[in-house]
């Protein structure tokens, strides 16, 4: 994998108990290089629980898979009688490759009518992101689980150009 390298053969699966594994390692390895500062390895186990317990209420983990195997590039989770987008998160040596874009698709394909979700305030990356792809600035969210600052962000086909 490398930097901004446009995915090939890209396929939207929805999560299976065998992707355990790869999805927490990419998890990791994504919010390491986010915030370095913080020691992701430890809430492994948090992170498999929280998406169960999502999943249990009806929320959907869908996986973007590259090339002719099972190569996890991302995931999404949604939950489409909230609206909330929960994860979203890409495998940092594919940033910039159209992967995110291809996973917020996946996650209007759930939630058509809207989406809302949290994202650190001093996240400038993701923020501009979210707004790259219609995302608003529509209040303050709870602190995050280190503390951080959040802000709600929310994306209504409503108001999507057309």
């Not at 874009?101 to 809302?116: D, G, H, K, T, V």
């Not at 949290?118 to 501009?128: G, M, S, T």
């Amino acid at each position: 994998m490398t930097d901004g390298r446009p995915i090939t053969g890209p396929r939207i699966v929805a999560r299976r108990d065998s992707d355990w594994a790869a999805l927490t390692d990419l998890w990791v390895a994504a919010w390491r290089r986010t915030y370095a500062d913080i020691d992701f390895e430890a809430r492994r186990d948090w992170l498999k629980n929280h998406i169960v317990q999502l999943e249990h209420g009806g929320a959907r983990t869908l996986l973007l898979l590259e090339g002719a195997g099972r190569i996890l590039v991302g995931f999404v989770t949604v939950d489409p009688a909230s609206h909330w987008l929960d994860q979203l998160c890409v495998h940092p040596e594919r940033f910039g490759s159209g992967a995110a874009e291809a996973l917020i698709e996946a996650a209007r394909s759930l939630s058509p009518a809207r989406l809302r979700l949290d994202v650190n305030q001093d996240n400038e990356r993701a923020i501009a992101f979210y707004e790259r792809e219609g995302f608003v600035r529509v209040g303050e969210g709870r602190p995050s689980l280190a503390g951080r600052p959040t802000l709600i962000m929310e994306w209504s086909s409503a108001t999507a150009p057309a």
